[in-house]
């Protein structure tokens, strides 16, 4: 089974970093998309970053500030935040896909359970 266990979060002033991890296993890990996405309050699933054989994606809320990278050895991406901002705060989840990233939730099958970051002013 495709299981996805993300770890990391917590609370955080702004300006501050976290470094959440996603530890995968079910599934050949060179082979798929693994990233991203965030949900806070009353608002839609957004996608984060995500990586693939092809690229690095970074949503444009978060380019300069995030930074996604991976433990092949471990099965293991990791999501490097800093400089948070209180509009970071979402429960971020882990995800992947066959075999290339996309930023539309509706396109991946594979979730992790999500952690909860925030961000205070």
């Known amino acids: 089974d495709v299981q996805l266990q993300a770890s990391g979060g917590g609370l955080v002033q702004a300006g501050g970093s976290l470094r959440l991890s996603c530890a995968t296993s079910?599934?050949?890990?060179?082979?798929?998309?693994i990233g991203w996405f965030r949900q806070a309050p009353g608002k839609e699933r957004e996608g984060v970053s995500c990586?693939?054989?092809?690229?690095?994606y970074y949503a444009e809320s978060v380019k300069g500030r995030f930074a996604i990278s991976s433990d092949n050895a471990k099965n293991t991406v990791y999501l490097q935040m800093s400089n948070l901002k209180p509009e970071d705060t979402a429960v971020y989840y882990c995800v992947a896909r066959y075999p290339l990233c996309s930023f539309n939730p509706d396109m991946y099958k594979y979730w992790g359970q999500g952690t909860q970051v925030t961000v205070s002013s």
């Open positions: 079910g599934f050949t890990f060179d082979d798929y998309g």
């Open positions: 990586q693939d054989l092809m690229n690095t």
